[in-house]
T-cell receptor, first 111, second 112 residues
Framework: DQQVKQNSPSLSVQEGRISILNCDYTNSMFDYFLWYKKYPAEGPTFLISISSIKDKNEDGRFTVFLNKSAKHLSLHIVPSQPGDSAVYFCAAISNTDKLIFGTGTRLQVFP | DTAVSQTPKYLVTQMGNDKSIKCEQNLGHDTMYWYKQDSKKFLKIMFSYNNKELIINETVPNRFSPKSPDKAHLNLHINSLELGDSAVYFC???????????FGQGTRLTVV
């Protein structure tokens, strides 16, 4: 049972435009959400997070939005850059302190 | 100055063998983890150790045994390797609760 879902396996965006990556979850006990970025042959690196008491968190070009009623979060990257091309994983934590990951979305930013 | 380092990066071995993957973190973190990324790209937690004590043990075959000699090291030993064990194994660490985990570069295990 996949508790964290990323329904788009891939996304292609032109450089300078906005990239929007989506994530849905089913467990209402999740209280903290994270996005990780992964390049080939490397481990995931933490990008940005949001607590369930907030609906938005911004860090430079990256903004995460959380809609608790819809159990949905999204990562906005603007403007997108070629170096942003990677696989992005959404993850969630409940009081069990286990990171539950989505299956990832491969973002390609083209010139 | 690699924060979380795993060795080896690649491991090819025959079915039935026993192998170990080592992990070390120099961040002073209290909690370390092993994750498995299978062929479908699911990243799933296997084990979690806090100050050398096991705190999370997911439904993992007994052939997998983590060992934490000190809080900076968490090694993974796998007995009687099977084809289905082929995956990428990631070590990670956090300063306390599993929030912003730092991951190693992964060990790609191929069982032939």
């Amino acid at each position: 049972d996949q508790q964290v879902k990323q329904n788009s396996p891939s996304l292609s965006v032109q450089e300078g435009r906005i990239s929007i990556l989506n994530c849905d979850y089913t467990n209402s006990m999740f209280d903290y959400f994270l996005w990780y970025k992964k390049y080939p042959a490397e481990g995931p690196t933490f990008l940005i997070s949001i607590s369930s008491i907030k609906d938005k968190n911004e860090d430079g070009r990256f903004t995460v939005f959380l809609n608790k009623s819809a159990k949905h979060l999204s990562l906005h990257i603007v403007p997108s850059q070629p170096g942003d091309s990677a696989v992005y994983f959404c993850a969630a934590i409940s009081n069990t302190d286990k990171l539950i990951f989505g299956t990832g979305t491969r973002l390609q930013v083209f010139p | 100055d690699t924060a979380v380092s795993q060795t080896p990066k690649y491991l090819v071995t025959q079915m039935g063998n026993d192998k170990s993957i080592k992990c070390e973190q120099n961040l002073g973190h209290d909690t370390m983890y092993w994750y498995k990324q299978d062929s479908k790209k699911f990243l799933k937690i296997m084990f979690s150790y806090n100050n050398k004590e096991l705190i999370i043990n997911e439904t993992v075959p007994n052939r997998f045994s983590p060992k934490s000699p000190d809080k900076a090291h968490l090694n993974l030993h796998i007995n009687s390797l099977e084809l289905g064990d082929s995956a990428v194994y990631f070590c990670a660490s956090t300063p306390g609760l599993a929030r912003e985990a730092f991951f190693g570069q992964g060990t790609r295990l191929t069982v032939v």
